[in-house]
């Protein structure tokens, strides 16, 4: 029963991550006009990483469903940089 849990609480704490990533750039994108703009991009960035961190150590030990969200979760946040970079 722990490995259950560990793998509950593992997918729990990348899908908050994965949250606060994307609500990170929502805040980025109505700042883009505004002189807050990069430090909300800082922020964005900060958060995305900590949520791909997140979600790595979730991939571990997820289940098949949970592994395929968190691929969902992680090729999201892959497209929000790749955004970044265009």
Known sequence: ???HKNKQ?????A?????????ANE????????????KELA???????E????IDKALEVAS????EQLKQYQNQLTQIMSELEQ
Not at 64 to 67: D, I, N, T, V
């Open 27 to 38: 805040t980025r994108l109505q700042s883009v006009d505004q002189a807050d703009y990069g």
């Open 1 to 3: 029963m722990p490995y």
């Open 43 to 49: 922020h964005l960035t900060q958060e995305v990483n």
């Open 51 to 54: 949520a791909y961190q997140q």
């Open 9 to 13: 609480q593992a997918f729990q704490a």
């Open 64 to 67: 098949e469903h949970q592994y």
């Open 15 to 23: 899908q908050q991550g994965y949250e606060q990533a994307i609500d």
